[in-house]
Structure formats: C-alpha cells, structure tokens
C-alpha cells in the first residue's frame, strides 16, 4: 500500500517536460534530451504490416506467414531497444507518467488501424500487482483512451495464474508457460466488438496471443494491438 501511495504521488506531483525521462538533464518542452533521443529509435520505418515490428523491408515477416498471430495487425510506437528498453523499464519500475509520452505516440500509430470498439489492457495477478503498485498497462490504456476517446472496459481480462518470468524463456516455452494464464471475465461487454488490446512490449507474441485468444473466446469479433515497444523482426532460432 505505501509503494502505491508513493508511485501516485510521484505520477501526479513529478514535473514533466523540466528533465530528460532517461538521464535526468533538465529540459524544456520535451521528454528526452538531445543525446538521449539519439538512443531511442521510434517505430515510424519500414515494418510488417501484420505484427508491427521493425522489418528490413515492408512486408509481411516470415513469423507471421509461417504462424499467423490471433490479433489481426498490431502496431507499436518504439523499437525494443537502446534507450527503448531503458524507457520501457522505468515505465514499469515508477516511473508512472510515462505513460502521457507513450499514450501521444501510441495514439498517432492507432491512427493506421480502423477504429476499434473499445480497448482492453494486459492484466497482471494480483501478486504482481501488489509488488509494482499498479499496472502500466492500465495506466497506458486509460491514457490512450483520453486522447482517442475510445472507451477502455477495465478488468475485462484476468491474469488466472502466476507464471514464470518470461525472460530467458525459448518461444515455444514461452507460450507453454503462459498457457491458460488469461480470462476473459466481461463476455457481454465483448462479445460482438472490435477490439484494442494494449500492452508495454511486443516480443515473441505469446502474451498478446493468449490475451487476445481470450478476447476472441468471449465472443469479439476481431482483435487488434499496440503495444509502447516491440522488437525488430530478426529471423528467429529454433526452439529446442
């Protein structure tokens, strides 16, 4: 409860705009500092035009060809890397506000998909959320709804299980792992809608699987996704 109290204090009385959300260095007007911004690489090239991710041409990628994903195309505002995994990381580690930079962009890259009904956000378990004090993807979807006015329909999936860290994980255990991890709980509310799934970050898919399965199973009728970051799309090992 005081790690709450606190990361709410810190989101409201935090001065925006006055220092660099990476080093520290005071500005003006901006989030990032000149030399920062050199380290953060937004999602704006060339990309696959199903997952979202950074390609080296436009086209669709050989993961979404061999093995389509359940949302129907995702996008995303920034690449998983440099200062985007440093910004991704504060997000979720106090850094609150965040989520007003991340909502700006990520509302600009909605602008490529058709306009779903409502939005759902990646839950945590109540264990997880216990120990962060909130959930950022939360905070990034009620955001994101302020400046698209799209309604967000809070706690309309549940995380049902504790899972194992994902990080380290092969993509095959990644996806055994969360296996039946997510419910959704708020059928009425979804079924026959188009629907937003937002998350922090995009990287083998198998969180926005299992949650966008879920949305699918409650009866939506198609599902999209955004997420802050995702990784480039680079040819990916076999899993053993």
């Known amino acids: 409860m005081l790690k709450k109290i606190c990361n709410t204090l810190r989101d409201v009385l935090f001065p925006l705009n006055y ?89 600009e890259k909605l602008k490529l998909l058709p306009p779903p009904d409502c939005i759902v956000y990646v839950p945590m378990t109540r264990k997880s959320l216990n120990a962060r004090g909130y959930n ?44 039946g991890a997510f419910k959704a709980v708020k059928r009425e509310s979804l079924a026959g809608k188009s629907v937003l799934v937002i998350d922090d970050v995009l990287t083998t898919g198998a969180t926005a699987d299992e949650v966008c399965a879920a949305v699918l199973k409650a009866g939506a009728t198609q599902v999209y996704f955004a997420s802050v970051a995702s ?8 899993s053993k």
């Open 19 to 107: 220092t660099c959300d990476l080093c520290g260095r005071e500005v003006f007007g901006t989030s990032l500092c000149a030399d920062c911004a050199k380290t953060v690489t937004f999602n704006d090239k060339t990309t696959c035009p199903v997952c979202g991710r950074k390609t080296v041409r436009a086209e669709i990628c050989l993961e979404c060809k061999s093995s389509p994903p359940k949302y129907k195309r995702a996008v995303s505002a920034i690449v998983y890397e440099g200062g985007g995994i440093r910004l991704v990381a504060g997000f979720k580690n106090g850094k609150a506000y965040l989520k007003e930079f991340f909502a700006d962009r990520l509302a």
């Open 136 to 179: 950022q993807t939360k905070l990034l979807a009620k955001a994101v709804s302020g400046r698209t006015n799209i309604p967000v329909i809070y706690d309309a999936v549940q995380k049902v299980k504790d899972t194992a860290a994902q990080k380290g994980l092969t993509h095959c255990k990644r996806r055994e792992n969360l296996k």
């Open 231 to 238: 990784v480039e799309y680079k040819t990916l090992p076999q």
